[in-house]
C-alpha cells in the first residue's frame, strides 16, 4: 500500500486581484480526503530536519503557505524522491506507508499540514529499519 508513486504535486485554485490572492483548499475536491486534522510547522532552522516518520493510516497534503522547504520521501523499498514547496498555492499530497522528511526550509517558512486522520501515536513508525521490516514484511 506504499507506493512511491502515488506520491504528487498538487496545484489548488488560487483567486487574486490588487487586494491580494485567495487559495482554496477543498477536501474529498482538491485533496483525496477528508481532513481531520490541520497543524503547522515554523520557525525551523535551514538545518533542521522535521518529520523522519511513516504514517500506517494517515495520508498528508504539506504546503508551504510562505516561504520555500524541500520534502524527501522514500517507499522503504530502494525509491525516493525530493520535492520542493516554493508556492502557496501548490502542495504534496503523501499517502499513508511514506516515508517523510522535511528541510531546508527558509526562514519565513510555515509549512501547513493536513492529515486524513485525528492524531494517534500509536500509528506512526518514527524509526527508518522498523519501517523498512513493516514495509517488505506486507
Keep these: 500500500m506504499n507506493d512511491i508513486n502515488a506520491v504528487k504535486m498538487l496545484e489548488f485554485q488560487q483567486k487574486g486581484d490588487e487586494r491580494g490572492h485567495l487559495v482554496i483548499v477543498e477536501g474529498m475536491n482538491d485533496i483525496p480526503f477528508e481532513i481531520k486534522r490541520i497543524f503547522y510547522i515554523y520557525g525551523s532552522d535551514g538545518d533542521v530536519i522535521r518529520g523522519r516518520h511513516a504514517n500506517r493510516e494517515s495520508e498528508f497534503v ?10 524527501k520521501v522514500c517507499d522503504g523499498k530502494g525509491k525516493e524522491a525530493v520535492y520542493s514547496l516554493d508556492r502557496p498555492h501548490t502542495g504534496i499530497y503523501l499517502p499513508r506507508m511514506i516515508w517523510k522528511e522535511m528541510f531546508d526550509f527558509s526562514s519565513d517558512s510555515v509549512l501547513l499540514c493536513l492529515a486524513s486522520t485525528y492524531y494517534n501515536a500509536k500509528e506512526y513508525i518514527r524509526d527508518y529499519d522498523e519501517f523498512v521490516q513493516e514495509v517488505l514484511g506486507e
Design 62 to 71: 504539506l504546503i508551504n503557505v510562505s516561504g520555500t522547504s524541500k520534502v
